[in-house]
């Protein structure tokens, strides 16, 4: 069974830093691409930011490049999301999901970041 488990939201000031993390079990991690998702209370599910199974192409949603990282560490099973100069139409639930070919199969509950002015 895969499980996707997501930590490190929480509340931050415009401004700060927050580090997520998703931790993915019962797959080959290093075989699939990633994503991360956010939705913010009554607004459609969004797309923040994919990594590739190796890590070496990323692709950002035009609201975060510059801001929001991701990686992947397959040795753990694990991939991030690095946000800085946070804002607070950042603030929503953050999940992410494994990505097979073109479409994402598996999604974590989510974590839930906000962001105070």
């Known amino acids: 069974q895969v499980q996707l488990v997501e930590s490190g939201g929480g509340l931050v000031q415009a401004g700060g830093s927050l580090r997520l993390s998703c931790a993915v079990s019962?797959?080959?991690?290093?075989?699939?691409?990633m994503g991360w998702f956010r939705q913010a209370p009554g607004k459609e599910r969004e797309f923040v930011a994919r990594i590739s199974w190796s890590g070496s192409i990323t692709y950002y949603a035009d609201s975060v490049q510059g801001r929001l990282t991701i990686s992947r560490d397959n040795a753990k099973n694990m991939v991030y999301l690095q946000m800085n100069s946070m804002k607070p139409e950042d603030t929503a639930v953050y999940s992410c999901a494994t990505r097979l070919a073109a479409d994402y199969d598996y999604w974590g509950q989510g974590t839930q970041v906000t962001v105070s002015s």
């Open positions: 019962g797959r080959i991690f290093s075989s699939y691409g």
